[in-house]
């Protein structure tokens, strides 16, 4: 199993301009989760998905946008790139039975590092 | 109000010392789980461990250990003889049930450097 893929691994966006983040991971895991890493700082959620066609808002999700068509991908997009969301973005996923994110161990993804200048 | 600490940003240490990563945690709940993540040089985030709130039992895995207290809402990880490879920024989290979904909120991390 190849776990949690991300694509691209860097970017530089101007402002204004727009991305998807990619990420799948072939687990067959039903939630999947997007974070971002500031420089010294912990890990913020900003969207989540428990199962295909299921997203829902996390503590940062200004800005971004997801969907989740299949069990395997979870695309993160940006519309209008902003300076603020200069940071490192990984992807996860977990297996649960329950609805939520629930507190299951999460495999992470490589990581995204995404600057906007 | 729902919070991790991690006071220690950044630690050495020379290899086959001791170590110990604090975690220091707030929430209201009496159901809510623990975990720490380990993030070496290369990026990714590695699981270590997940502990709940009903389960005070230390844990040890080779040269890691944790101490569980709730007494002191303390997760605390300690790295016995830490070897080179340790060295990573280390991640406690803590996850709680709200609005019917489990939330998780991270510290801002623990970065070990092991000296040779």
């Known amino acids: 199993n190849a776990g949690v893929t991300q694509t691209p691994k860097f970017r530089i966006l101007k402002i204004g301009q727009s991305m998807t983040l990619q990420c799948t991971q072939d687990?067959?895991?039903?939630?999947m989760y997007w974070y971002r890493q500031d420089p010294g700082m912990g890990l913020k959620l900003i969207y989540y998905?428990?199962?295909?066609?299921?997203?829902d808002k996390g503590e940062v999700p200004n800005g971004y946008n997801v969907s989740r068509s299949t069990t395997e991908d979870f695309p993160l997009r940006l519309e209008l790139a902003a300076p603020s969301q200069t940071s490192v973005y990984f992807c996860?996923?977990?297996?649960?039975?329950?609805?939520?994110?629930?507190?299951?161990?999460?495999?992470f993804g490589p990581g995204t590092r995404l600057t906007v200048l | 109000a729902q919070k991790v600490t991690q006071a220690q940003t950044e630690i050495s240490v020379v290899e086959k010392e001791d170590v110990t990563l604090d975690c220091v945690y707030e929430?209201?709940?009496?159901?809510?789980?623990l975990f720490w993540y380990k993030q070496p040089p290369s990026g990714e985030l590695v699981f270590l461990i997940r502990r709940n709130s009903f389960d005070e039992q230390n844990e040890i895995s080779g040269r890691y250990s944790w101490n569980f207290q709730k007494s002191t809402s303390s997760f605390n990880f300690t790295i016995t003889a830490s070897q080179v490879v340790d060295s990573a920024v280390y991640f406690c989290a803590l996850s709680f049930a709200a609005s019917g979904t489990y939330k998780y909120i991270f510290g801002t991390g623990t970065r070990l450097k092991v000296l040779a």
């Open positions: 929430t209201r709940d009496t159901t809510y789980y």
């Open positions: 998905s428990v199962g295909a066609g299921i997203t």
């Open positions: 687990m067959n895991h039903n939630y």
């Open positions: 996860a996923s977990s297996y649960s039975w329950d609805r939520g994110p629930s507190p299951d161990t999460q495999y």
